[in-house]
């Protein structure tokens, strides 16, 4: 069983920055891949990234967060990062971590065992 927290979520202006923290509970953290997704109001919950279990794998993002996104994890902390810069307005949503109960990460929603309860992060115009 895991249990996620996520946290750091806010109102930012346009071009800002935010990280994002989700804090898991559990000693087998290291086993499991990490995800991000989102969900604007009225509209699917979409992928964002998603990290191998060591971090040292390769990482994947979805096309309209890359080069501006960038997750990671620190298993010493039970820890998964998503730093976002150049925030547009259309990156407001709620953001959600993931755990995967297997090593890879994966861009499925349905592929995932665990979720937090959401983080809103709002960017202004």
């Known amino acids: 069983q895991v249990q996620l927290v996520e946290s750091g979520g806010q109102l930012v202006q346009a071009g800002g920055s935010l990280r994002l923290s989700c804090a898991a509970s559990?000693?087998?953290?290291?086993?499991?891949?990490m995800g991000w997704f989102r969900q604007a109001p009225g509209k699917e919950r979409e992928f964002v990234a998603a990290?191998?279990?060591?971090?040292?794998?390769?990482?994947y993002y979805a096309h309209s967060v890359k080069g501006r996104f960038s997750i990671s994890r620190d298993n010493a902390k039970n820890t998964v990062y998503l730093q976002m810069n150049s925030l547009k307005p259309e990156d407001t949503a709620v953001y959600y971590c993931?755990?995967?109960?297997?090593?890879?990460?994966?861009?499925?929603?349905?592929?995932?065992?665990?979720w937090g309860q959401g983080t809103q992060v709002t960017v202004s115009s």
């Open positions: 559990g000693r087998t953290f290291s086993s499991y891949a």
């Open positions: 993931a755990a995967r109960n297997g090593p890879f990460r994966s861009s499925f929603t349905a592929d995932y065992d665990y």
């Open positions: 990290i191998d279990w060591s971090g040292g794998g390769s990482l």
